[in-house]
């Protein structure tokens, strides 16, 4: 049973730059959840789609964007990269059918480097 | 602003040296307790979930407790592989949780 899939692993971008993140949740989940991973910090919350649609946002300013696929995969976009946005980006998936808090899978993440 | 806190931020271990790490979450309204284990450089692993004050759960040399507060990761005679950061993460509905920093475990054979 495939897990939550990231791609790619690694990243190297320039300052002012763009990015595009991609995600394929667990078999059975139809909900994504995208976290930002500073170094020696815990996961901080950007934001969450269900349904095709981002349904709660973290603090995070409008250049981080993102998109949920009729197939649930998703896909986390950053405009205009600054040197802050290095950071470890993880997606996690959940499954709705149980009660809530609905735990989440992680995938490995994507280690973005922003030079 | 809701917070978790946990303690202490690294932990040095003998081999069968039994400790406890610490959770705490300043919010209200908490709906689960989440643990999880993250090796470097990859994703959080799900541990445990706990859902009201007084409840345990065990696995192999981990058990989790919590209280109206805080809750506990204690590690039964840890071996070297039970080295890794373990990450406290608090529920409050099912769209958002709170992580804390996590604590850096080391167990030296």
């Known amino acids: 049973d495939a897990g939550v899939t990231q791609s790619p692993t690694h990243l190297i971008k320039t300052r002012g730059q763009q990015v595009t993140l991609r995600c394929s949740p667990k078999?059975?989940?139809?909900?994504v959840s995208w976290y930002q991973q500073a170094l020696g910090q815990g996961p901080q919350f950007i934001f969450q789609y269900y349904e095709e649609e981002e349904r709660q946002r973290g603090n995070f300013p409008d250049r981080f964007s993102g998109h949920q696929f009729p197939n649930y995969s998703s896909e986390l976009n950053v405009n205009a990269l600054l040197l802050g946005d290095s950071a470890l980006y993880l997606c996690a998936s959940s499954d709705r059918s149980g009660p809530p808090p609905y735990g989440y899978t992680f995938g490995s993440g994507t280690r973005l480097t922003v030079v | 602003e809701d917070q978790v806190t946990q303690s202490p931020e690294a932990l040095r271990l003998q081999e069968g040296e039994s400790s406890s790490l610490n959770c705490s979450y300043t919010?209200?309204?908490?709906?689960?307790l989440f643990w999880y284990r993250q090796d470097p450089g990859k994703g959080p692993e799900f541990l445990f979930t706990?859902?009201?004050a007084g409840e345990e759960k065990e696995k192999e040399r981990l058990k989790a407790t919590l209280t109206k507060k805080e809750s506990f990761l204690h590690i039964t005679a840890p071996k070297p592989e039970d080295s890794a950061t373990y990450l406290c993460a608090a529920g409050y509905n099912f769209n958002k949780f709170y992580f804390g920093s996590g604590t850096k475990l080391n167990v030296k054979p």
């Open positions: 706990l859902y009201s």
């Open positions: 078999s059975g989940h139809d909900t």
């Open positions: 919010v209200s309204g908490l709906r689960g």
